[in-house]
């Protein structure tokens, strides 16, 4: 199973409205991040809150983390038309040594917001 | 800004062909790493390069290599392939501007195997 677990799947929603999506994982993080992503195309970036941080804002997102119950929240307040895509948390690995990286993705949550 | 490039855009293979996938980090990115995505599912991590090297290994089956090239450009080559191989490719790239943590992607491959 994945490192990251989104919930909830699928969300539909008015515009104006807040976008709500949760997050899951299982083991030790140093950061975790959330990433967009456009039907069919490749995955942005939207934010990164680290493992000694709690809450982050960034424009109309809000990330908030919860390390004792490993799990983490994509606020998107005023949601418009265009927040419709898919939205994954990735949770970061460092091997012991420190060389390699890698992100794990999450399941997803599809967003829609209907105009 | 330049961003990550995949080519091609879209893939039509037949089963047990092969096919290679290309990608160009963004310039001054050291690390390339490859993700799988099915259809509705989250994106799978396959390889990843590091200063040409590979750094790490996720679930790429044994007829799929890659490498990383002096120009810091990258290479899936698939073999053998089967409908299951049907799914987006993505690179991404990172560098030390973000202490590597960031990662870039490119708009993928679509590989269709028929």
């Known amino acids: 199973s994945q490192q990251g677990e989104e919930d909830p799947q699928a969300l539909s929603i008015q515009e104006g409205e807040n976008a709500t999506m949760n997050c899951s994982y299982k083991t030790s993080i140093n950061n975790l991040q959330w990433y967009r992503q456009n039907s069919g195309r490749g995955l942005v970036h939207l934010i990164l809150i680290r493992s000694n941080e709690r809450e982050k804002h960034s424009g109309r997102l809000r990330v908030t983390l919860d390390t004792s119950k490993k799990s983490s929240s994509l606020l998107i307040t005023a949601s418009r038309a265009a927040d419709t895509a898919s939205y994954f948390c990735?949770?970061?690995?460092?091997?012991?040594?420190?060389?390699?990286?890698?992100?794990?993705f999450g399941k997803g949550t599809l967003l829609t917001v209907n105009p | 800004a330049a961003g990550v490039i995949q080519s091609p855009r879209h893939l039509i293979k037949e089963k047990r062909e092969t096919a290679t996938l290309k990608c160009y980090p963004i310039?001054?990115?050291?690390?390339v790493y490859w993700y799988q995505q099915g259809p509705g599912q989250d994106p799978q991590f396959l390889i990843s390069?590091?200063?040409?090297?590979?750094?790490d290994k996720g679930s790429i089956p044994d007829r799929f290599s890659a490498q990383q090239f002096s120009d810091y450009h990258s290479e899936l080559n698939m073999s053998s392939l089967e409908l299951g191989d049907s799914a987006l490719y993505f690179c991404a790239s990172s560098g030390r501007d973000t202490f590597n943590e960031k990662l870039f992607f490119g708009s993928g491959t679509q590989l269709s195997v028929l």
């Open positions: 310039p001054r990115h050291d690390t």
């Open positions: 990735a949770t970061d690995a460092w091997n012991s040594g420190g060389s390699n990286y890698k992100l794990t």
């Open positions: 390069f590091y200063e040409k090297m590979q750094s």
